[in-house]
């Protein structure tokens, strides 16, 4: 008896006490968070962050690293072969800059061939990994000059396309054959697209304005560029009117979900080029706009992995059996690139059945040595780190055979 007079005392005195929303506004306590909390810019979280997990990954490299990815970035100028080329690469060789892709291709060449007579034949150098027509020039180690903007030439299509140089390097990984289907799934805002069309494979190139006479196109090729991404998307269809004339301008550009494409082109494609979204580490650090360490955005970061492996997998799935694809960041982290890679071969193999090796390019470290700077220990695929001699990068590519 007595326990439920306690009870309901209990209870009339809870039921006494006023609510929440009846406290007077004076008397309630709120805690000011505005005022307490750090705030931080999207660039230095992603610095802090970088700190963090590259000081891990690259050890007593990353001080250097981290420097360079601070600094100003150092940008290589692709020639367009469907403009007036030749008056082009006559001002830039006045700059005196250097077209790095000849230079490795003859660096390969000289490898090959033994020199001098009676010279012992040396090993041959890895097979020129793709099409010769491509012109991409460069300044010298050390160099920080800067390349005007492009200008229109007297065809009325910009004389040269302004791209970080190592961004090349999965074009020319891609190893693109004439007559090839090629398919570019995250291809915004345009510049590797571009450069896919300059090696000639893609399609048969203008009259005017004629290009190297062993650049030689085969009409049975084709090139499809897809970005889900609206605004990458009318990026990429500017860039291919600026540079490509009308009667070449071919290209069948698409915004559609890339995870999907396995599902959309099966076994479709001689090469594939993915080329996914990442933390785009320099534009992290040094931009505030549409920078992926915004905290609005944590969850996209977070989940970015795990997007990079569908991706991967719907291009490998759109390759036919015998084909290629190469897998791209502009990332230092081996999460989004060793990982990915790992993660979608196992994921093919597991529940598609379909087997693909992960092709050797450690030649690239040798060809383009002058040029960039790479990391040594990479399990898979190749990593070009920023260096203040050669600030070019990050960028990762691994190039995956598919078997079966």
């Known amino acids: 008896m007595q326990a439920s007079r306690r009870l309901l005392a209990e209870a009339r005195r809870l039921l006494s006490r006023p609510a929440p929303g009846l406290i007077p506004r ?3 306590h709120k805690k000011k968070w505005a005022s307490t909390e750090p705030k931080f810019s999207p660039a230095r979280l992603a610095l802090q962050n970088f700190d963090v997990n590259y000081k891990v990954q690259f050890g007593e490299l990353w001080p250097s690293v981290r420097v360079s990815l601070l600094s100003e970035h150092k940008y290589g100028a692709l020639v367009n072969h469907f403009s007036a080329w030749d008056k082009a690469v006559s001002e830039l060789e006045r700059l005196q800059a250097q077209e790095f ?3 490795a291709r003859r660096r390969g060449q000289q490898e090959a061939f033994p020199q001098g007579p009676g010279a012992p034949p040396r090993p041959p150098a890895a097979r020129w990994p793709c099409s010769p027509n491509l012109r991409c020039y460069t300044f010298a180690r050390g160099d920080i000059g800067r390349f005007r903007p492009p200008r229109a030439s007297s065809l009325g299509l910009l004389d040269y396309y302004l791209l970080d140089a190592s961004s090349l390097l999965p074009v020319l ?3 693109v054959q004439p007559g090839d289907a090629v398919l570019d799934l995250c ?3 345009g510049g590797k697209t571009l450069a896919l069309l300059l090696t000639g494979c893609c399609r048969e190139p203008s009259q005017s304005g004629q290009p190297p006479q062993e650049l030689v196109a085969a009409l049975s090729g084709h090139l499809t560029a897809n970005d889900i991404s609206g605004s990458r998307a009318r990026r990429l269809r500017q860039v291919l009117r600026s540079y490509v004339p009308q009667d070449v301008n071919h290209v069948q550009v698409t915004s559609q979900d890339g995870r999907m494409w396995g599902d ?3 076994d479709t494609y001689d090469r594939v080029l993915v080329d996914v979204p990442c933390t785009t580490d320099r534009h992290s650090v040094l931009e505030e706009n549409n920078n ?3 905290r609005s955005r944590k969850t996209e970061r977070q989940m970015l ?4 492996v569908q991706l991967l997998v719907a291009g490998l799935l759109a390759t036919r059996p015998g084909g290629a694809a190469v897998y791209s960041t502009c990332t230092l982290s081996h999460l989004q690139n060793e990982y990915v890679v790992g993660g979608a071969v196992e994921i093919l193999a597991n529940q598609y059945q379909i087997h693909v ?9 040798h060809l383009f040595q002058d040029t960039f700077s790479f990391f040594p220990s990479c399990r898979m695929g190749e990593l070009v780190l920023p260096v203040l001699w050669a600030n070019f990068g990050p960028m990762y590519f691994c190039r995956l055979r598919r078997l079966t």
């Open 26 to 28: 004076r008397l309630r």
């Open 357 to 365: 090796q992960v092709e050797d390019l450690s030649c690239f470290r």
């Open 173 to 175: 990984a891609l190893d």
């Open 187 to 189: 291809a915004g805002p």
């Open 305 to 308: 992995p795990m997007l990079q």
């Open 292 to 294: 992926i360490f915004q």
């Open 264 to 266: 959309l082109e099966r």
């Open 101 to 103: 892709v000849t230079q």
